[in-house]
């Protein structure tokens, strides 16, 4: 099974950035403990700050891979070509936030990707990421 975690602007940060909202684990670190637990998944992971390079990875991975978990940041809130690389795919995919966008400024409230979204996990933290990858198996 083939599945990829997408994460997109300002995630590279994760364990420097507003801790108190994201926690204090450096995603490649979390990446090594998820290949640890699933090791016959084939897990990827890929992260850019541009929109188009998010678009271009779905295109290119979004027939073939089993499942992809996408943490688009802020390009959920705003982003309606993502919403349609979403809606052009095969590949299904799981919106996650790490924090409970419900519960944050109310621009976190609408997401233009989740209509296209098997699922959405909001607000339990980076362990989201493995509750994902748990639903895809
Ligand atoms: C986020 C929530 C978004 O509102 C924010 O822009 C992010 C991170 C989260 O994981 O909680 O960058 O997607």
């Known amino acids: ?24 684990k450096n995603f ?6 998820l290949e640890e637990l699933y090791p016959k998944l084939k ?9 188009g390079a ?13 499942g992809i978990i996408l943490n688009a ?6 982003s309606i070509a993502l919403a349609d690389a979403i809606a052009a795919i095969n590949t299904p995919v799981i919106e996650i936030h790490i924090s409970n966008v419900y519960n944050r ?5 609408h997401s233009f990707i989740s209509k296209h979204c098997k699922g959405i996990i909001t607000g339990l ?3 989201g990421y493995e509750l994902a990858i748990q639903s895809f198996l």
């Open 1 to 24: 099974m083939k599945i990829i975690i997408i994460n997109g602007p300002n995630l590279n940060l994760l364990g420097i950035r507003e801790k108190h909202i994201y926690g204090d």
């Open 28 to 33: 490649g670190a979390y990446m090594c403990e």
């Open 43 to 51: 897990l990827e992971y890929f992260q850019s700050n541009h929109e």
């Open 54 to 66: 998010l678009i271009d990875k779905i295109h290119e991975i979004g027939f073939s891979y089993d």
């Open 73 to 78: 940041g802020a390009y959920g809130h705003t």
């Open 105 to 109: 400024d109310r621009f976190r409230h």
């Open 125 to 127: 933290g980076i362990k």
